[in-house]
């Protein structure tokens, strides 16, 4: 995918999978109100009353304004894309290198950014992380550091749903990809699948990972699917359909790595 700088979320869908790098998300501090300040897009009297709430009241506030202010709204568009540009420009940034933009945000990798600050915005360093993959529409960044992952595209819900499953084994699998050779990640795989499809895994491990978030039955006609957000009326899990996780996340985890 070409980049464009007009783009507010873009990601390189040409990079499916990086291991073992360091891949830095800048995020530009307080950015709305940063680019409000430093173009003055606002009375100054509107600026100092926004400068005296919390980030979190202040970032509110902002978005009422712009809602009925489609100037603002414009103009705090193309300033966070002027911010963008400068950035990559002020550090030499080859543009092959910028894995994800996320309006405010820059994920780079294996580049360390010496200027982060101009014009009265700033960009900060947020996270590091040392591994990525790009599954089902899906971007999972592991961080090695912090043995932790982080998710973009799924909900907080279904995120904290899944963290203690289906995403602790992602997790798991990422982080002995940067240190196992591929024989050892081949049985590793095979032993996810194995379990997986043999049902010896904990039941939410079934549960799809998706926005609806839940057990999907077996006897589901057409579009009439049943869900169940739990398995708590005696259903088991010879009652459920177990595919959509398998071929949207276990298949396809496979894939990246062998």
Not at 115 to 131: A, P, R
Not at 156 to 162: F, I, R, T, Y
Request: proline share 1%; charged share 30%.
């Amino acid at each position: 995918m070409t980049f464009n700088f007009e783009k507010h979320n873009y990601l390189n869908t040409s990079i499916l999978n990086l291991k073992n790098v360091v891949i830095r998300e800048y995020d530009m501090s307080d950015g709305g109100f940063s680019i409000i300040k430093a173009k003055q897009l606002l009375p100054e009297s509107t600026i100092k009353y926004l400068s005296n709430l919390s980030k979190l009241d202040r970032h509110i506030q902002i978005g009422k304004i712009s809602k009925h202010d489609k100037d603002l709204s414009k103009a705090l568009l193309d300033g966070f894309t002027e911010a963008r540009k400068k950035f990559i420009d002020k550090n030499n940034i080859d543009t092959s290198i910028i894995l994800s933009v996320k309006k405010d945000a820059i994920y780079l990798v294996n580049k360390l950014a010496k200027v982060t600050e101009f014009d009265g915005i700033k960009f900060s360093l947020k996270n590091q992380y040392s591994s990525y993959y790009y599954i089902n529409g899906k971007e999972f960044y592991y961080s090695s550091w912090r043995n932790e992952l982080d998710v973009k595209g799924l909900g907080k819900e279904v995120v904290a749903s899944q963290k203690d499953y289906l995403l602790y084994t992602i997790k798991e699998i990422m982080r002995l990809n940067e240190k196992k050779d591929k024989c050892y990640m081949v049985k590793i795989l095979k032993d996810v699948r194995k379990e997986y499809l043999n049902l010896e895994l904990d039941f939410e491990y079934y549960r799809e990972m998706n926005p609806e978030n839940s057990f999907k039955l077996k006897e589901s006609i057409g579009e009439n699917i049943c869900g169940l957000e739990s398995l708590k009326d005696g259903r088991i899990l010879d009652d459920i359909n177990i595919v959509f996780n398998y071929i949207n996340y276990i298949i396809p985890l496979i894939g990246l790595i062998i």
